[in-house]
């Protein structure tokens, strides 16, 4: 009879329910919300629905993203699953290849046609600078600072490369998760502020139809801004050297199945991976502390602000352009592609059912993918981060 109840006792003590503390159990509470948003209503859930997941079972599990180890009798011991897929976050491989197969999905055609467009872009990416400086005032040091900054991007693997590359791997949970959660939400809160920034006359202004860009130009691009990018800012090479290769892979048109993989069977299984990987390192310990707080305020102010400069700075070329420029497309500078062009899109289209925005939106949309991996290349040159 001992026999038994001691063997009862050992499974039950092995349980999770014997383990988990109060904030495992609100972590969990907030993985099956994000799981909800994702599969409800569909806020990027190819992103949340691995994030969301990666959570709830590092909150179950802890010992899934534990670390190697070697113990007192010499014996070495495996990791967690997934501190394996964490380990090439921190390396920066999986963001690198994320951006490889956005640049093999994106179509640059409506940057080329439109080069303003980078202005849109540029000024989109004055909500990190806002961001950093508040994260400085709120205590952060300087690179903890610039990794939190990168969230006003709106762009996910940006964010996990430049927290890896300054140093901030305590850091890069949250970082990752408030900049897709930020991605995510694009639908929920960039509209009220377009709308605040913009009137109706504004919202229903009709753009030219952008012209046709040849072979030679899609090909050039990609070589074109590697080259001169990269001779600026050498350390942005990982990104924009990647990005612009999926590109190159896209339109040189000699190389399909190249393209084929980058954009489908490697970005998905690349997107499981980081997303799980992402999600597992918000464990309650990590997570449910005041710094995180702070990394979500600032997240949402960065991407705020960066979503109203972008329409302000739209605003601006439609006076100077004598009402050519719909502002609404400035707001799709920020790097959640293809997704904050679709918003500039649906807004327009509100105001006017026969408005089509969306291939204007798409050349800021680019180019704020590019200029957030500037301002991470900037912020790795003044930290000295080779």
């Given amino acids: ?181 930020y991605m995510s939400l694009v639908p929920i809160i960039q509209p009220p502020i377009m709308k605040l920034l913009t009137t109706e006359e504004e919202r229903k202004i009709k753009m030219e139809q952008l012209r046709p860009v040849s072979k030679l130009e899609k090909i050039l691009f990609p070589i074109v801004i590697t080259v001169v990018v990269c001779l600026l800012l050498p350390t942005t090479a990982p990104l924009v050297g990647m990005l612009m290769l999926g590109n190159l892979f896209r339109e040189s048109g000699v190389v399909k199945q190249l393209t084929e993989t980058a954009s489908n069977a490697m970005m998905y299984i690349v997107v499981i991976l980081l997303g799980t990987s992402v999600g597992a390192t918000t464990s309650a310990e990590a997570f449910l502390n005041m710094n995180t707080i702070k990394i979500v305020i600032l997240g949402l102010v960065a991407f705020g602000c960066g979503t109203a400069a972008g329409v302000l700075f739209g605003k601006l070329m439609c006076k100077l352009s004598g009402g050519k420029i719909n502002p609404l497309i400035g707001s799709a500078g920020v790097s959640a592609v293809p997704m904050a062009a679709r918003v500039s899109q649906k807004v327009g289209a509100e105001a006017d059912p026969t408005n089509f925005l969306l291939m204007h939106a798409m050349g800021p949309n680019v180019a704020g993918v590019i200029g957030t991996a500037v301002a991470a290349g900037t912020f790795m040159a003044i930290f000295g981060v080779k």
Avoid at 81 to 97: A, R, T
Avoid at 122 to 143: E, R
């Fill in 1 to 181: 009879m001992s026999y038994i109840t001691t063997t009862l006792a050992n499974l039950l003590d092995q349980t999770a329910f014997m383990n988990l503390t109060w904030g495992n159990y609100v972590m969990i509470a907030v993985a099956c919300v994000f799981l909800y948003l994702a599969i409800r209503h569909e806020f990027e859930p190819l992103l949340l629905v691995p994030i969301a997941f990666g959570m709830l079972l590092v909150n179950i599990y802890p010992d899934i993203m534990a670390e190697p180890y070697t113990d007192a009798l010499g014996v070495e011991h495996a990791g967690g699953l997934l501190h394996y897929f964490y380990v090439m976050d921190e390396w920066s491989i999986l963001p690198s290849l994320i951006f490889m197969g956005v640049g093999a999905m994106t179509d640059f055609g409506p940057l080329i046609a439109n080069p303003k467009s980078f202005l849109l872009g540029a000024a989109a990416q004055i909500g990190i600078y806002c961001a950093y400086f508040l994260a400085i005032l709120l205590g952060f040091n300087g690179k903890a600072a610039a990794a939190i900054s990168i969230i006003g991007g709106a762009d996910g693997p940006t964010s996990i490369f430049l927290a890896g590359k300054l140093g901030q791997s305590g850091l890069m949970g949250p970082i990752a998760v408030a900049a897709y959660s």
